[in-house]
């Protein structure tokens, strides 16, 4: 690829980079995969998704929405209820979303293994250097 093909294509990828971080960050898949199941109130993928705050899962869901992959509908009730689901771009996301959350649920103990396999590495390492 020539350098200056390179440059024409730059602000595209980093509009891309931007999408990606957005929906490939720590919460957006997991609530992506949870609205495929359907329309959900806030309490329900609070308490669905582990280890999310109430912050965290506003800060996701407003990221979500003013990016047109969830949409908000609030019911003029006492108290307030707000419904979350997947606008049709967001249901586009859904496959992808379910397959990486699907694989990383699969590959568990896969990667827990890796894991302290490579500490173990890692601290043996430590351990010679510091000796």
């Known amino acids: 690829m ?6 024409e294509h ?7 980079r931007e999408i990606l971080d957005r929906v490939g960050d720590k919460w957006s898949l997991q ?4 609205l495929g199941e359907g329309t959900k109130r806030f309490t329900e993928l609070k308490r669905e998704i582990d ?21 908000r509908t609030v019911f003029p009730v006492m108290p307030p209820r707000v419904d979350y689901a997947l606008t049709p771009l967001g249901a586009t ?3 992808a979303a379910s ?3 699907g694989w990383a ?10 894991r302290a396999d490579y500490d173990t590495r890692t ?5 010679l250097r510091s000796s």
């Open 2 to 7: 020539e350098p200056n093909a390179f440059r």
């Open 10 to 16: 730059r602000p595209s990828m980093c509009r891309a």
């Open 31 to 34: 609530v992506i995969a949870m």
């Open 51 to 71: 280890g999310i705050s109430q912050r965290m899962l506003t800060v996701t869901l407003r990221g979500l929405e003013r990016d047109g992959i969830v949409s």
């Open 93 to 95: 996301l859904l496959d």
């Open 99 to 101: 397959a990486l959350v």
């Open 105 to 114: 649920e699969a590959h568990l103990d896969e990667i827990d293994a890796a």
């Open 123 to 127: 601290a043996e390492l430590d351990a």
